[in-house]
T-cell receptor
Framework: SQQGEEDPQALSIQEGENATMNCSYK?????LQWYRQNSGRGLVHLIL?????REKHSGRLRVTLDTSKKSSSLLITASRAADTASYFC?????????????FGRGTQLTVWP | DAGITQSPRHKVTETGTPVTLRCHQT?????MYWYRQDPGHGLRLIHY???????DKGEVSDGYSVSRSKTEDFLLTLESATSSQTSVYFC????????????FGDGTRLSIL
């Protein structure tokens, strides 16, 4: 299975601290995506990083990708209570353009005021 | 937010009954996906569509069928519901398949007694 695996499963920090989540996957990809899910809601797309990219930024988010290690990390800087959510990485199939995604089980981030 | 509506939002039914979930989009996106989300498994792809009447199976397609007769609607049918199909079901849409992010609806919580 291509399914990504996030680490840690749960992370608890104070507001203002940085949060780092990691994702590992098994087979070659076209791109890797990170999503956020607030309780009771659908997933919201955060960042898409292509296999030929090593780092990407969006506001307080920084994503890195190491295809040689088949791993990615998501860094949220200066965390806020509103960042409390589950975060998922999703990978695709290298040989497909149809958008079949494989999600990990997610990291539950709790940011305390 | 992307225009995605899932209906119903909640449903309780009995084992052996047929169930149809509807996903409606107003974005005119070509690609549509059905996922289920279960504790400990993250999101898993059930079926997806890459155009009107063009559908294919995902990771966990057994016991499910889909139909897409027009761009805006993607139906998921459980022909004879089983308790193992109790889950939260999410629909997602994408403009460009594997190279574009997916946008998710808010889910349907389905309980099969």
């Amino acid at each position: 299975s291509q399914q990504g695996e996030e680490d840690p499963q749960a992370l608890s920090i104070q507001e203002g601290e940085n949060a780092t989540m990691n994702c590992s996957y098994k087979t070659s990809i076209n791109n890797l995506q990170w999503y956020r899910q607030n309780s009771g809601r659908g997933l919201v797309h955060l960042i898409l990083i292509r296999s030929n990219e090593r780092e990407k930024h969006s506001g307080r988010l920084r994503v890195t990708l190491d295809t040689s290690k088949k791993s990615s990390s998501l860094l949220i800087t200066a965390s806020r209570a509103a960042d409390t959510a589950s975060y998922f990485c999703a990978t695709d199939d290298r040989g497909s353009t149809l958008g079949r995604l494989y999600f990990g089980r997610g990291t539950q981030l709790t940011v305390w005021p | 937010d992307a225009g995605i509506t899932q209906s119903p939002r909640h449903k309780v039914t009995e084992t052996g009954t047929p169930v149809t979930l509807r996903c409606h989009q107003t974005e005119n996106h070509r690609y549509m996906y059905w996922y289920r989300q279960d504790p400990g498994h993250g999101l898993r792809l059930i079926h997806y569509s890459y155009g009107v009447k063009d559908t294919d199976k995902g990771e966990v397609s057994d016991g499910y069928s889909v139909s897409r007769s027009k761009t805006e609607d993607f139906l998921l049918t459980l022909e004879s519901a089983t308790s193992s199909q109790t889950s939260v079901y999410f629909c997602a849409i994408s403009q460009g398949g594997g190279y574009q992010p997916q946008h998710f609806g808010d889910g349907t919580r389905l309980s099969i007694l």
